[in-house]
């Protein structure tokens, strides 16, 4: 390529159309150059067949590089696995950094054994010849030989004993039948080969076949018997260290070659070994110094094979002339196993097929090769794989071996992050099935469940629920499920596996007074059925905070009914009548009245407020939040419902002051209740009496004197109160 010259392109087209490079003859077009992209195409189209570049680094990494495979350096080669009557090459500069050059080498060798040396790299390769390409050809007028034996006036093979077959080209070829040779395009071209003879049946067994360092084999023999004409008889003489073979004449023999028909010696021979025309010596000159041809017949291979006694080639073998190098006449001829075969082939079965795949770097395949009998075979890589020229295997292209790499890095990675992540799940399952155990236990869970099942007061509906049931009823707490919001926790709307709708209760605190608070609502709420208290369904107790569930009550509290404008009612805003206040009043009534005498154990409620009033669809009272509850026995004579810590501040004098004092300002009539001077009054007069009451309740505890103060049952046996002895008698009962 001339300089300042980017692109060159080179079109061949075969010389007639029965002529075509043939894809199963394993050849391929190397690229000697620097700097350069070959990409070879079929004809004129865009149908490539394949491409290869080559760079070159600098001068002194070339000169050192040994002979070798083209591998891209110096060199690159595309193999030819397509039929071609014609390609296109083209061939631009990579424009890759690195060496250039002016010269461009590309030539397809008949047989693909190129080795590339840097030398070559300023040399004409294609000016010396010595690489030509081989074209194989075929009869082309029809399409396959079927079809030619049917068209009697084109049809090629006119000889008898003929056979033809189709062409790896395509059309067909003609050869002579078995048992004849010759043309058989030509009419009586095909004529019968001479019979073969075996080795001759006096050959003696076990004869001699080493002299010394020197291996020889039949024709050649050192006794009668051992060899095929007497001219090749040697002699092996004993007498030196190590022994030495000689031939008629004295001459040392160094080597023997069978294949090649060539003998090697020391001293050149007389006349009596290598004679002069016309005297029948089986010797003749060679161009190579210490080298003489020898035959084993003086008759040329067409006059032995015609001949009665027949030739000495057997067993898979040609026959060979072999004619001096000087004198150019014939000296007779010798045999050669034929191509795929190698051994001696004048003895029977001495040529044997040559397993080629076993010689790789003699028989030469870009591909997979595979032996026949007699030859072997040679295919393209599979798809997916490219011919490494280093290993001489298929192996996975680049780009497919990238795939396959990155897709088992990635799925081993997935593999151990899904190994990981199932691992990870399992603990974390285990962890939390461990933390929820101990929240259980710390919860009084145990207790519960026995005070439950124990109790045959209790709902039969109570169930103690597992955390996993509440957060799939909630998503999870999800803050879209809030309803409401309190100093003590946040209830929760879920609705459950069998569909109810619940509210669930999630306390802040986790304190222990609050724990005993939770059992106690539980304890008692599970003994109640009242249409006018909430009803509770279970509680959960493996949450770090215990959980209530609750049936839902869908319009909120009475006191935010109360302390807003207007309620809705049937989708319309209007106030709360008097009528519907003094229902819910009757109705939270009933509630307390079945608490405090109907149930089979007495219930305090403790904490009746407006918050504690939930109101369904249909504005029906509930009385819920029982946390400060307390059961009574209904055969207990007095009740205790002051805080321990109001029974330790204050004497019972001042509390039953207080009470007294509370009921007159209760008082429905106006003149009797206290005006609210009275009131301040009263309350400073209490103050003042505190400090001298300290001193008789800590005498009073120092003699071990109780603060509880009985309470009398009323008339017929029934426990109704003032709300003043009710505060005096409360003195013991912790809230």
């Known amino acids: 390529m001339a300089p300042g010259v980017r692109d060159k392109s080179v079109h061949w087209e075969a010389p007639g159309r029965p002529f075509a490079i043939s894809a199963s003859s394993n050849m391929s077009l190397f690229v000697v150059g620097c700097g350069v992209k070959a990409s070879l195409f079929v004809g004129d189209t865009d ?358 790499v990155g897709l088992s890095s990635g799925g081993g990675i997935l593999f151990l992050a899904a190994a990981f992540a199932v691992l990870t799940r399992r603990w974390k399952r285990s962890a939390q099935k461990r933390l929820r155990k101990k929240h259980f236990r710390k919860n009084k869970g145990i207790l519960l469940e026995q005070l439950i099942s124990s109790d045959e007061n209790a709902s039969d509906g109570t169930k103690i629920f597992s955390l996993e049931e509440l957060e799939k009823a909630t998503n999870k707490f999800d803050h879209a499920r809030v309803v409401g919001r309190g100093g003590h926790g946040t209830v929760y709307k879920g609705i459950l596996t069998d569909q109810r709708v619940v509210a669930i209760k999630r306390s802040k605190l986790e304190a222990s007074t609050e724990i005993e608070q939770f059992i106690n609502e539980v304890s008692i709420l599970s003994q109640i059925n009242h249409q006018n208290v909430v009803k509770l369904h279970g509680c959960c107790l493996e949450a770090e905070v215990p959980l209530l569930v609750y049936e839902f009550i869908s319009n909120g509290t009475l006191y935010d009914l109360l302390h807003s404008l207007h309620c809705k009612r049937n989708d319309t805003l209007s106030p709360l009548s008097w009528e519907e206040r003094l229902r819910i009043a009757v109705e939270v009534a009933g509630a307390l009245t079945y608490l405090h005498s109907a149930a089979s154990v007495s219930i305090l409620h403790r904490d009746v407020k407006c918050m504690n009033i939930l109101l369904n669809d249909s504005y029906t009272a509930k009385v819920s939040d029982f946390g400060a509850s307390r059961s009574i026995p209904i055969d207990q004579t007095h009740l205790e419902i002051v805080d321990a810590q109001i029974l330790g501040e204050a004497s019972e004098e001042e509390i039953a002051g207080t009470a007294r004092l509370a009921q007159e300002c209760l008082s429905l009539t106006r003149g009797e209740r206290p005006t609210m001077k009275d009131v301040e009054m009263r309350l400073q007069m209490l103050r003042a009496r505190n400090a001298a009451a300290d001193a008789r309740c800590e005498a009073a505890k120092a003699n071990g004197i109780s603060g509880a103060v009985p309470v009398p049952a009323g008339h017929h046996g029934t426990r109704q109160y003032s709300l003043e002895q009710e505060f005096v008698s409360s003195a013991r009962v912790p809230r």
């Open 47 to 404: 149908a490539e067949v394949g491409n290869c570049s080559v760079a070159c680094v600098e001068d002194e990494i070339m000169e050192r590089l040994p002979r070798g495979p083209c591998v891209g350096l110096g060199c690159c080669r595309i193999g030819i696995a397509v039929n071609l009557r014609a390609f296109t090459l083209n061939i631009p500069r990579a424009g890759q950094p690195g060496r250039l050059l002016r010269r461009v080498n590309t030539f397809v060798p008949g047989v693909d054994s190129y080795l590339f040396r840097p030398s070559d790299l300023e040399c004409d390769l294609t000016a010396s010849g010595n690489y030509l390409a081989s074209l194989s050809w075929a009869i082309p007028y029809h399409p396959d030989y079927k079809g030619a034996t049917q068209d009697g006036a084109s049809y090629a093979c006119v000889s008898n004993h003929n056979k033809h077959y189709e062409a790896p080209i395509g059309g067909y070829v003609c050869d002579c039948t078995e048992g004849f040779y010759g043309n058989p395009y030509v009419v009586d071209g095909c004529v019968r080969e001479a019979k073969q003879r075996s080795a001759p049946v006096s050959l003696k067994a076990n004869c001699l076949t080493s002299c010394g360092n020197v291996s020889f084999a039949f024709p050649f023999g050192t006794e009668e018997g051992c060899y095929a004409n007497i001219q090749l008889c040697l002699t092996c003489d004993p007498g030196p260290s190590p022994p030495i073979l000689e031939l008629s004449d004295g001459s040392v023999v160094t080597d023997i070659s069978i294949d090649e028909g060539v003998l090697h010696f020391v001293s050149y021979p007389s006349h009596s070994i290598v004679q002069d025309e016309g005297n029948g010596s089986l010797y003749s000159f060679s161009r190579e110094q210490g080298v003489v041809k020898w035959a084993v017949g003086s008759m040329s291979c067409k006059d032995a094979m015609a001949s009665e006694e027949g030739c000495l080639c057997v067993s898979h073998s040609d026959c060979v002339d072999v004619t001096d190098d000087i004198t150019l006449r014939q000296v007779g001829y010798r045999c050669q196993c034929s191509p795929g075969f190698e051994g001696n082939p004048y003895l029977k079965d001495g040529c044997t097929d040559i397993h080629e795949c076993l010689q790789p770097e003699k028989y030469i395949c870009n591909g997979l090769r595979q032996n026949t009998f007699g030859n072997y075979t040679c295919t393209g890589c599979p798809r997916g794989t490219d011919f490494n020229q280093v290993t001489r295997k298929c192996k996975p292209s680049t780009v497919i071996l990238g795939v396959t």
